[in-house]
């Protein structure tokens, strides 16, 4: 009877217990997900027929701590940009404008931590330039992905007063800014041609590849480097304290100096040959592990650079990369 006793006063607890979590979980899902608010400022000016948008964007919570993570800049539905916000919860992006009405707004994607938002839109008409250019964009600006794995963008490159060209723009494609052990130079093409004729825009395909840690280790075959064993390392320590203070003591004593130094050129010879040596740990373990590319957030600055045979133009956008 006490046996059963036990074990439904056990049963019950389990139940309350049970139902005690169930309700709480509600609230700790509500709890980890912090609602934010995104606002955007944007600044423009002309530079010879061009007009260039500084956005500016700031993410905050109710109590105006910064959030982390990516933002997306759009012009209306297209995506132009992504970037990092630092640790003030805060980004700029110079996005380049085709002439004509545009209608910029800041996505905050979220995280773990805190909801996605989004800005008011902010309108901007730029100027029609009278000479041939490009703008460009990246699509989707906001990636995520595990380390060791990669991700596909398309950049794309769209002409501006394309008619006035009497010769081939050929513009060339590079990347910048990404985090170490990884890499985001793969292009196809990574040259795009535009034209007179051209219309529409030009689009590339950028690989961005993250590295995973390695998770094993070559070792040589025993004994193919000898260490020290403890006989020696018992003669080799007490030896170099005595025979530096033999070296101090006779510095007036001419042939003892010179004993001295015989000897502790071959002390540091011996050395040479154990685990005090720099490739010790490679010869007896093996290469070490390959590290991961790091956890966080990044700004990849993708530029475009081409050439009239006048003057040279330089456009860029960016990506926010995330990585897991």
């Not at 209306?76 to 404008?97: E, K, P, R, Y």
């Not at 991700?151 to 590079?174: D, G």
């Not at 052990?181 to 993250?210: R, W």
Request: aromatic share 4%; proline share 4%.
């Amino acid at each position: 009877m006490h046996v059963r006793g036990m074990n439904r006063r056990a049963l019950r607890l389990n139940w309350v217990a049970g139902l005690g979590l169930t309700l709480a979980l509600p609230a700790l899902a509500a709890a980890a997900s912090t609602a934010t608010q995104t606002t955007l400022a944007v600044q423009t000016h002309d530079t010879n027929g061009r007009t260039q948008a500084n956005a500016t964007v700031t993410v905050t919570d109710a109590s105006g701590s910064p959030a982390t993570g990516a933002v997306i800049f759009k012009d209306g539905t297209s995506q132009l940009a992504g970037v990092a916000l630092d640790a003030n919860g805060q980004a700029t992006a110079a996005i380049t404008l085709s002439g004509g009405a545009h209608s910029l707004r800041a996505v905050y994607a979220g995280d773990s931590t805190y909801q996605g938002s989004s800005s008011d839109a902010s309108s901007v008409q730029a100027q029609t330039s009278g000479s041939a250019d490009f703008t460009m964009a990246v699509s989707p600006a906001s990636v995520s992905v595990t380390a060791g794995t990669s991700a596909t963008v398309t950049v794309s490159v769209t002409p501006v007063n394309n008619s006035s060209l009497s010769a081939p723009m050929y513009v060339t494609l590079s990347c910048s800014g990404q985090p170490n052990e990884s890499s985001c130079s793969s292009f196809t093409p990574s040259q795009v041609s535009i034209l007179s004729t051209t219309t529409g825009a030009l689009t590339s395909d950028e690989v961005i590849s993250t590295q995973a840690e390695g998770t094993t280790r070559l070792v040589p075959p025993a004994g193919s480097h000898r260490s020290a064993n403890p006989v020696e390392w018992a003669l080799l320590l007490p030896g170099i304290f005595g025979l530096g203070g033999l070296a101090w003591g006779a510095r007036r004593r001419r042939w003892l100096q010179r004993i001295a130094l015989v000897a502790l050129v071959g002390l540091v010879s011996l050395i040479g040959t154990t685990a005090c040596n720099s490739r010790y740990d490679y010869y007896h373990h093996g290469p070490t592990t390959t590290p991961a590319t790091p956890s966080g957030t990044y700004t990849i600055t993708i530029t475009g650079q081409s050439s009239t045979g006048v003057s040279s133009i330089t456009e860029s956008t960016s990506l926010a990369l995330t990585v897991k």
